[in-house]
Structures are given as structure tokens and as C-alpha cells.
């Protein structure tokens, strides 16, 4: 447990009856409000979340994260967030109270758009989003593949 808990900075116990609602009811998301104009600082605060093996993946993560960084502060966020806690390595763009743009920086994750209550619906799986949360109403999932910036920036404008 201890170096489950070393390796990925947090760890619990369930007993084996808990229930998933058991499960979410303990889950506490953290996101940090980064101060505008640091982006290099703001940078490096959402790679501290990462613990890469090779100095080459350490120059990918910092590139995908200077990458996506600039793409949402082009969607004129209010803020850009970073997870804390359980949500370390996720980064988004608050654009409205109900309109926030997130992701994992890790390879092969795509963008969530989440609508409504963003605090509430962020601190579920994305298999909880995915298989209970309806497409299109409470969030849109953008893979990045073809012109995914164009994507997200149509979604955030059907939901203007």
C-alpha cells in the first residue's frame, strides 16, 4: 500500500460490498486556478503531475503541454486549471461557468468538453461520463486526430 501510494500519490481501501456510488461519495477533485500571464510557471506546475523515464519522453510531455496550453488560451479562457489530487497530469480552460475544456496529457487521451456543473460532472471516470452522461448535452469527447482544434471550437460555439 505504501508504494502504491509513493508511486501514484494517492491510495484507498474498499471493502469489497462498496458500491461505485461509495466509491465517487469519497473522490475529491482539485482543480488549481494558474495566474494568468505565467505561462512557463503554469507549465511546469501541470508537467509536475508527471514523472517521465526518459529524457526524451520528458521533451515530448513538454512539448504536448506548450501545444495544448496555447491552443486553449486561443479558445479566451477565464482560466486555465490544472487537477490536483486524483487528477494530477490534467490540464483545461475554463471558458463559462458552464463550459470547461480538459485533458490528461498522456498519448492516446482525447479532449472532454464537460457543460453544466463542470466541478461535479469532472470528478467522475471518464468510463462513468461515457456510459451514463449523455453525448452531447452534458459533454462532447473530441479525439485529436484530423483538425480536432476546429472541433472543439465548433462545440464550445454550439453551446455559446
Do not use: C
Not at 512557463?40 to 506548450?66: C, H, M, V, W, Y
Not at 490528461?104 to 457543460?115: A, E, K, M, S
Not at 479525439?143 to 464550445?156: E, K, P
Amino acid at each position: 500500500m505504501n508504494l502504491l501510494q509513493e508511486t501514484v500519490g494517492a491510495a484507498n481501501v474498499f471493502p469489497i460490498s462498496a458500491t461505485a456510488q461509495d466509491y465517487l461519495g469519497s473522490i475529491h477533485v482539485h482543480w488549481e486556478i494558474l495566474p494568468p500571464g505565467e505561462r512557463e510557471n503554469n507549465i511546469q506546475l501541470i508537467l509536475s503531475g508527471f514523472r517521465p523515464k526518459t529524457p526524451e519522453e520528458r521533451a515530448e510531455l513538454e512539448q504536448r503541454a506548450r501545444e495544448r496550453y496555447d491552443f486553449f488560451e486561443t479558445l479566451r479562457p477565464r482560466h486555465i486549471i490544472r487537477g490536483k489530487g486524483g487528477l494530477d497530469g490534467y490540464m483545461g480552460a475554463l471558458i463559462r461557468d458552464d463550459v470547461v475544456v480538459f485533458e490528461h496529457l498522456t498519448p492516446g487521451n482525447g479532449i472532454y468538453i464537460l457543460f453544466s456543473d463542470w466541478a461535479t460532472q469532472s470528478q467522475r471516470t471518464k468510463l462513468d461520463i461515457l456510459t451514463h452522461a449523455e453525448e452531447g448535452k452534458e459533454y462532447i469527447r473530441i479525439t485529436h486526430t484530423g483538425d480536432w482544434q476546429l472541433r472543439v471550437r465548433n462545440a464550445i460555439a454550439t453551446k455559446a
